[in-house]
């Protein structure tokens, strides 16, 4: 497609023409001969690196919001190219760059940046490449379908230290020592009980004392929590997103601080994970597509693990065994004084 300055030079070429052919002079004729050649050059140098440049891409699996993602394309061609725009990315999210020079059969590597603004599955688009050419007369423009997907993983926000009491009653993983007959730590000696493995005979102390004494061991309990996250289908997507920040957070905590945790929820079915890949991979795709949380509170009950709900506010259980974080935009489930609230960028907060 010819440019603003392409299409002027083809009308100055055909006025130049049409002059030629009516006084028959050789000079015109010349002179539309160059102007002819300059547009053919314009044309191929503008088409022919596009139409038979092949790319190929390099992209993150995963990513979070607010992230960079440098996705990194090859270019190569039999013809070689100069000044080609390069366009890719996602549906919210595409960016470009310049390339400045392709030599014949040779690749050449530029990064595209872009920064996801909201979670998701992603499926990329086509790779556009567009010229001007050497001369800018002429524009061309091909679009390369490549395939490929990327995730987009909520943010997650530290929880401030204000919060953390009130989230102790789930998170605290000291736990209380058990004692087993497991060979984990050593715990003491006992009187030796029919039953005992001779294994467990501690021979130096039972000749101090006298008498058969066994070892004894002890074997920490680990706490265990699921965070719930309320999947409402009544609620604005932009809430659930708050919602799903709020849950990758208190999640993201659990795990540092050593717990057995889980993140779940129910939108067409039951829905529970506990590996971070597995569980954020869910909270970026996680749509609003069930019932009120308070319904199905009870499935997720038992098991000795602490719930900590996170609600979007219409339908907060009223709870004294749950730990119930709410929204703080949400003026009218507003918790009393020493509550806990999430924001719309997910830090979750003590009221």
């Keep these: 497609m010819p440019t603003r300055e392409g299409t002027t030079l083809l009308l100055v070429a055909a006025a130049v023409f049409l002059l030629a052919t009516n006084l028959m002079s050789g000079l015109l004729f010349v002179l539309d001969a160059l102007l002819v050649a300059l547009v053919v050059v314009g ?48 549906e919210g999210a595409r960016g470009r760059a310049v390339v400045p020079h392709i030599e014949r059969r040779r ?49 997650t926000r530290p929880v401030p230290p204000p919060a953390l009491p009130l989230l102790a009653p789930a998170l605290d993983a000291a736990g209380a020592a058990q004692r087993t007959r497991q060979a984990e730590d050593l715990y003491g000696v006992r009187d030796y009980q029919p039953g005992d493995a001779a ?20 074997r920490p309990v680990t706490r265990a929590a699921t965070v719930l996250l309320d999947l409402d289908r009544r609620q604005s997507p932009e809430r ?4 799903v920040r709020a849950a ?33 991979d869910w909270l970026a795709g996680v749509a609003p597509s069930g019932p009120p949380v308070a319904e199905v509170l009870g ?26 974080i ?15 609230v999430y924001t719309a960028d997910g830090t979750v907060q003590a009221w």
């Design 326 to 340: 709410t929204p703080a935009d949400d003026a009218a489930g507003t918790p009393a004084a020493g509550g806990l």
């Design 199 to 218: 294994s467990r005979i501690h021979w130096r102390s039972s000749a101090r004392r006298g008498a058969l004494v066994v070892r004894e061991f002890e």
């Design 299 to 324: 499935a997720f009950r038992g098991g000795g693990r602490a719930l900590i709900v996170v609600s979007s506010g219409a339908t907060a259980p009223r709870d004294p065994e749950v730990i119930v």
């Design 43 to 90: 044309a191929g140098t503008a088409v022919v690196p596009v139409r038979w440049l092949r790319v190929t891409r390099d992209a993150p699996a995963r990513s979070r919001e607010g992230e960079l993602v440098e996705v990194t394309l090859t270019l190569e061609g039999p013809r070689g190219g100069r000044f080609l725009v390069v366009e890719d990315g996602w």
């Design 107 to 155: 690749p050449a590597a530029v990064v595209i940046r872009v920064i996801p603004s909201r979670r998701g599955r992603y499926a990329f688009g086509p790779v556009a490449v567009a010229s001007r050419g050497a001369v800018g007369l002429f524009s061309a423009r091909r679009q390369i379908a490549l395939g490929g997907q990327i995730i987009i993983w909520p943010r």
């Design 248 to 280: 990758a957070s208190v999640f993201a905590l659990a795990r540092d601080r050593g717990l057995d945790v889980a993140v779940a929820g129910w939108g067409e079915a039951r829905s529970e994970h506990r590996s971070w890949e597995d569980a954020m």
């Design 240 to 243: 659930l997103d708050a919602a």
